[in-house]
């Protein structure tokens, strides 16, 4: 039976504040909820991500930074960074199975992936199904050790993303074997992700203050103008703190790659096999890497203070879960200046786990074909 949507109810204890077009902000401390004149929730304020509902309380966009995730009915959803789109997502029926499908969209043209579902504990899941073919030969030469070690100019020593993680990341200086050049490429993909999208979110958070200052003059523009520019001072504040805390990053160690190395090994016979990796089959190994690849806002277990990862932070597990678990204690094992600290204990839902394994799959999948174009088969 669905929920019914939230309401706002007068005998709040939150302090509020009354909008020009007849709804309440109500103020939560690390968030605001804004309702309409009907009552109805409109959408959660929390930091650099809104969350809007509609009238009924099915969600119809979520905002953080520069990505906007549009949601359908159906779980249909489309998702933009700096206003373009990415992909959308639909679930669609296949030979009696429902699965889910996105379009993504790069440089002019569009390519389909697709997730399959899968019961783990009682609770339904979608795994990458690995969607580009290779030859059987360059599977062999994905496995065979590169006996005269290769050096590699990856061309990104100047571009703006690798000064701003050198603090965190940096590759190897020669390579023996595809697997270390797949876990370089890997990394260094997630990482220019991120500062793209920190960069393309601070500009819009500027650019939006100033229009609204500069164009607006009613009484609900110079609110929106206010929120805009408390959004790009947050940010700014935001940047400044990680600039000073500089200290606390955790970078990746040598360890932690050798261990990316090998699930990047294992990805690779995934591949081959056409076999989607799920994680119902990695939730009792302890060692295994995940590689965030998307916002994760998340409370610490030991102070419950609140923290945020993002793409290029690496966790694990810190205690096994049971079946049917829907979320699973999980450890920071490297962290970027600006996220959670290395250490930290944090609770990740399954769907995340298993969101960030695709992500990781679909990537070493991309690196391959990148290889085959651009290194030397020996």
């Known amino acids: 039976m669905p929920k019914a949507p939230q309401k706002y109810n007068p005998n709040s204890k939150y302090p509020t504040t009354k909008t020009t077009n007849g709804g309440v902000i109500e103020n939560r401390g690390n968030h605001q909820v804004h309702y309409r004149a009907d009552g109805s929730r409109e959408k959660v304020v929390a930091g650099n991500k809104t969350t809007v509902y509609r009238a009924d309380g099915s969600r119809a966009q979520v905002v953080r930074g520069n990505t906007r995730t549009d949601y359908g009915k159906g779980g249909a959803q489309t998702v933009y960074r700096g206003g373009v789109r990415q992909y959308n997502q639909n679930r669609v029926v296949v030979n009696n199975t429902t699965v889910i499908q996105r379009t993504y969209y790069s440089g002019g043209s569009s390519y389909v992936r697709t997730y399959n579902p899968y019961y783990w504990g009682g609770r339904s899941y979608y795994a990458y199904t690995p969607a580009i073919v290779f030859a059987p030969s360059f ?221 990781f799959a679909e990537r070493v999948e991309t690196g391959m074909g990148k290889m085959k174009t651009e290194m030397p088969q020996k």
């Open 139 to 359: 599977y062999g030469y994905c496995y065979t050790p590169w006996y005269t070690p290769v050096v590699y100019s990856w061309g990104w020593n100047s571009s703006p993303w690798y000064g701003y993680y050198g603090y965190y990341y940096r590759p190897y200086p020669r390579y023996t074997s595809p697997a270390y050049w797949l876990t370089d490429y890997l990394i260094s993909d997630m990482l220019a992700t991120q500062y793209q999208d920190n960069y393309a979110a601070a500009q819009t958070a500027q650019a939006n203050a100033q229009a609204a200052q500069a164009n607006e003059r009613t009484a609900e523009a110079n609110e929106r103008a206010a929120e805009a520019n408390e959004r790009a001072a947050e940010a700014n504040a935001q940047a400044a703190q990680a600039e000073a805390n500089a200290h606390a990053a955790s970078p990746i160690t040598d360890e932690v790659k050798e261990q990316i190395k090998a699930q990047v090994e294992e990805a690779i016979k995934a591949n081959e096999q056409k076999t989607p990796i799920q994680i119902g089959s990695l939730m009792s190994d302890t060692k295994h890497v995940y590689a965030v690849s998307d916002d994760l806002d998340v409370t610490t277990a030991e102070a419950g203070t609140e923290c945020t990862l993002t793409s290029g932070d690496l966790i694990r597990l810190s205690d096994v879960p049971n079946d049917g678990d829907q979320a699973a204690q999980m450890m920071v094992i490297s962290a970027k200046k600006e996220s959670c600290a290395a250490g930290s204990k944090i609770m990740v839902s399954m769907t995340d786990l298993q969101s960030f394994q695709n992500d």
